[in-house]
């Protein structure tokens, strides 16, 4: 019995053994180096592909769980690639996961999908010119993140398949990023439990990466419904129970709370539901809140004053009240092992050379909104170390931090955007579908593909990572989702905005096989700026 059993342990050794061998491989440096040569080589031959993917999404510009054009054109064409398409992942109609390769280690490549609303512009254009006015675009540049992904990716099974070297690429869309909307809902449904390391991209106006936390909040994303009783608001007011007179209250309520809250707090609001007309009480109202602080406990502990004080705009105003988690992430952490071997990868690749037309565009532009007038960068970010938890004083948020607190992960900045804009503004969609984005996606793809390599051939750094992963990240903080057990993906956002402008908006949407450019088509000299 005892031989039988060690014969058992033996074999089941020896089958693992072979497993662990089969999905390592290990190249010297001088073999990665020559590997990051060919691939960056792959992928500037790959530029006219990216031009036309990048201004293809910018014409469609849909917003969050609406992005049925984007994800349609992005799946056919990974198909198309030898990708597997899983669709509709997490109970997201627009969601979607692509693989292609088997084995360890396993690599994600995530960005998002998403526009802005009223956010239409011509492209390559210095002053606010809608294509369709009030029209949803892409105000902030989620048209090219894809690009930078699967150009790389691309380059890299490419080269695997050549080389016979193992490991799964996987490719993963952020819908509705902008409403913070989804990637919870990814992680709670296990599409990241295999996953050895996740790159994700995101547009900006230089090129870098970074580690830990630099400044980003997380947050909890909150619709407060209130229920009252109509009546007639001129013969029996007395009769009514205003719902929007809790809205207006806990507003009140929230604003003079914020005197004694950290000054790492973010609390900001819109009434989505007034009622239908002043002569009847409101019946119903509804405002949607966005609690941001810089980790989970204090996320939780704002969250738990918006509930107190909707709690008490009820008992003012004899109403009741429910809530709807819309979308909550988690405080982003960046992996320092990866993001060091990426920033090597990104010095090396370097910035774009810009042209005279580039800056005058960037420059005009500046001018335009009143920001001072710097042109486009001219050395890539540099890398510092985050500041202590204490020192963190808010800001911005992306729902990759979910991903980051599960896998080890790194957010890189791309430069296909002009610096000095205010964000989320038409103005932020003037260069992506110029040159400028077009730079910056070939730039960070070649970035990513190297990376990439890194982690496809140098065992020892997925090993640094998940050392920097168990034992300084998740040390004394471990994951816990800011989701209810019942939320749900709030995937009728944005329907009735797609549903006024997509008829419109199709007119307009880029057509490759007849013109060699989005800016071609919709006759734009480029740049166009104000006459003196």
Known sequence: MKLNKL??????????????????????????????AQVVAAVDKQKKLAQVMNDTIFSFGELGFQEFETSAYLTKMLKEEGFEIEQGIAGIPTAWVAKWGSGKPVIALGTDLDGIPKASQKPGVAYHEPI?????????????GQVVNIIAAIALKDYMAENDI???????????????????????AGYFNDVDAVLYSHVGSSFGTFYGNPGLSGLVSVKYNFYGESAHSASSPWRGRSALDAVELMSVGLNYRREHLRLSQRIHSVIVDGGDQPNVVPPKASSWYFFREVDYPHIK????VGDKVAEGAALMTNTTW???????????????????????????VGLPEWSDDDLTLAKALQKEIGA?????????????????????????????????????TIFMLYPSNIPNLPGHNWSNAVSMATP??????????????????????????????????????????????????????????????MGQYRDRMREFYYDAEKYDTYLEQLGIDYPTIKSE
């Open 436 to 497: 400028i984005a077009h730079k910056g996606i070939i730039a960070g793809a070649k970035a990513h593909a190297m990376t990439m390599i890194d982690l496809f051939t140098d065992p020892s750094l997925l090993e640094e990572m998940d050392d920097y992963f168990t034992n300084t990240q998740t040390k004394d903080l471990k994951y816990e989702s800011l989701l209810r057990e019942k939320d749900t993906p709030q995937i009728h956002l944005n329907e009735d905005i």
């Open 166 to 188: 193992s490991g799964t690429i996987v490719l993963w869309p952020g819908v509705a990023e902008e409403q913070l909307a989804t990637k919870a809902y990814y992680v709670r």
């Open 7 to 36: 014969l058992q342990f033996s074999a089941m050794f020896l089958s693992m053994s072979m497993v662990f061998e089969a999905a390592a491989t290990t190249f010297t440096a001088q073999q990665r180096a020559d590997a990051k």
């Open 301 to 304: 502990a704002l969250w738990e």
């Open 132 to 144: 369709i006015e009030g029209a949803p675009g892409h105000g902030e540049g989620h048209n090219s």
């Open 372 to 408: 001072e007038e710097i042109g486009l960068p001219q050395e890539i970010m540099p890398m510092v170390a985050p500041p202590p938890l204490d020192k963190l004083t808010g800001g911005g948020s992306d729902d990759v931090g979910d991903i980051s607190w599960v896998v080890p």
């Open 322 to 348: 429910d809530s709807v988690v819309m979308g909550s992430a988690w405080p982003l952490h960046s992996n320092k092992p990866l993001a060091y071997r990426a920033y090597e990868n990104i010095k090396a």
